[in-house]
């Protein structure tokens, strides 16, 4: 039998208490931890959605009740940027934190384009994978796979993999360029070794039907361009043979990408993790699931945003449901401005009726006009971001020195600029300024002004797209607070501001 003292007895009780009061601080610590974990971060990405496309930027005749729950449950930014007009510099910029008119290849790619990025360059995915992040791409990529000549019956690299995503799920180009495939990490998803995939966008396979020498097997049949293989109905741009057990159904695709997208959040839901979610909507073909078909009365331009907006839904329930929503951010914008007409008769013109996917500014998907790069951009953090509206100017380049900054992360881009303070409401000031558009086409946008210095070109697309490309060989310099339409040209009067810009122009491009 063991006797105490006094003394011994209360050295013992003292040590107990000390005990469970450090158990239960470390129990505090834990949870603390938990909320002070890094946020998982999401990036939902739609392709050609217009600043005037959702409802919560103003859209009455279209109503996207769960895009708008991100607005709504967050900061809706008024001047959120793409940096260009089109898809791949502009998902470019947004993945690399470098602007596309430092690269000569960031401009559309063709579906067999070698991969556009340095590989070993820091880029967003890269640094949050350093950050402890398990990283992720579900969607469109449309930034380049592999090398020259690549055969897409190998391993497919490099790609996503090789500059930061730990895992990916990506339609190879876009839903109009061939080939129509999905591919999983290195391998397109489904390929029966039997049956291999050729690519071409030179010249065609010998017995194979494209959509110009047979439109009667078309059930959507392109305005322009558009006419080559055909799959599914559909002709597209390039040539394709093989494959088959691979090909998508274009029907099925936001259900396909929603999956994976549910699958990975699940998969990763205890570690920090990034994914891109990146929507292959409303970019042409627009070819809804039957559940869509005729929902919009505005056309399947309308339905596929439905579809989209339903899609976007699903997500952040799962989210919910995970109870994952407190500490994730969901960022949601679109790689460019607006376009009906871009290439098939979809009746995204002749059923538009009131709806306004401009939103009031000028111009479209292809413009150095506002409507180009000008588009819905909205962040919800509910751990730390309390809802409302900010007029910041905020663009996508700068997720990678944001989020670096948000991680304790370096950030290595000259032009990628914290601007967390913005991103999360602590602040109204974003950029000062910003550089939107090309290599070789530029316009600059410094507060509220906007300076498009001559272009040669057409000043109208073509008359199927049918958008102001906003080129002109004067120059053009407008005042988007008071004149959001860009209908006063102020250069003219205004020759010092002019010449300043276009020496600030000149400072940006040369200091990288
Ligand atoms: C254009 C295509 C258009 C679309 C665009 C890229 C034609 C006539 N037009 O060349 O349909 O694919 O490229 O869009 O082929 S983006 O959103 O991926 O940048
Ligand atoms: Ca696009």
Not at 176 to 201: A, Q, W
Not at 343 to 369: C, I, M, N, Q, W
């Amino acid at each position: 039998m063991i006797i105490m003292n006094y003394k011994q007895l209360l050295k013992i009780l003292f040590s107990t208490i000390l005990l469970v009061s450090y158990g239960n601080a470390q129990a505090q610590t834990t949870s603390s931890n938990k909320l002070n974990t890094n946020p998982n971060i999401v990036i939902i990405y739609a392709d050609d959605l217009g600043y005037g496309d959702v409802s919560s930027y103003g859209s009455t005749e279209l109503l996207t009740p769960n895009i708008d729950r991100i607005a709504n449950d967050g900061l809706r930014f008024t001047n959120g940027y793409a940096t260009s007009p089109t898809c791949t510099p502009s998902r470019f910029s947004m993945l690399s934190g470098i602007y596309p008119f430092r690269s000569k290849r960031a401009r559309v790619l063709p579906g067999n384009a070698p991969l556009l990025f340095e590989v070993g360059k820091q880029t967003l995915p890269s640094m949050l994978h350093d950050a402890g992040y398990f990283t992720g791409v579900v969607g469109k990529w449309h930034l380049g796979l592999g090398g020259e000549n690549m055969d897409w019956n190998a391993a497919i690299k490099p790609g996503p993999r090789e500059i930061g995503f730990d895992y990916s799920y990506v339609m190879a180009s876009t839903n109009d360029r061939v080939p129509s495939v999905y591919v999983k990490n290195h391998h397109i998803d489904g390929l029966d070794p039997n049956d291999p995939l050729e690519v071409n966008y030179r010249k065609n396979f010998e017995g194979e039907p494209t959509g110009k020498q047979h439109p009667e097997l078309l059930k959507v049949h392109p305005s322009h361009g558009h006419d080559r293989s055909i799959h599914n109905g559909i002709s597209r741009i390039g040539f394709m043979r093989g494959g088959k057990s691979a090909l998508f159904i274009d029907e099925d695709m936001s259900d396909d990408f929603l999956k994976e997208s549910v699958k990975f959040v699940n998969d990763h839901k205890d570690a920090p993790f990034f994914l891109f979610y990146s929507l292959h909507q409303p970019h042409v073909p627009r070819i809804p699931h039957p559940r869509f078909a005729g929902k919009s009365g505005l056309g399947p331009r309308g339905d596929v945003i439905l579809e989209a907006d339903w899609a976007v839904g699903e997500f952040l329930n799962e989210l919910d449901k995970l109870g994952l929503s407190e500490n994730t951010i969901v960022i949601f914008s679109s790689d460019n401005g607006p376009v009906l007409d871009d290439g098939y008769h979809d009746d995204a013109v002749e059923k538009l009726g009131k709806h306004t996917p401009r939103g009031g500014l000028r111009g479209g998907k292809y413009s150095l006009f506002d409507a180009g790069t000008h588009v819905p951009f909205m962040v919800r953090w509910p751990a730390k971001i309390k809802p409302g509206v900010s007029d910041a100017l905020v663009c996508q380049i700068d997720f990678l020195a944001s989020f670096a900054s948000l991680t304790g992360q370096e950030n290595t881009s000259p032009d990628s600029e914290n601007i967390l303070n913005a991103l999360t409401g602590k602040s109204k000031k974003g950029r000062e300024n910003l550089v939107l558009g090309q290599n070789g086409i530029t316009s600059y946008r410094k507060g509220d002004f906007v300076l498009i210095p001559p272009h040669k070109g057409r000043k109208i697309n073509n008359k199927w797209v049918n958008i102001e490309t906003g080129k002109d060989l004067s120059m053009q310099l407008y005042n988007l607070k008071e004149d959001r339409n860009q209908q006063h040209n102020l250069a003219e009067k205004n020759p010092k501001m002019v010449e300043k810009m276009l020496h600030e122009i000149e400072i940006i491009k040369k200091r990288y």
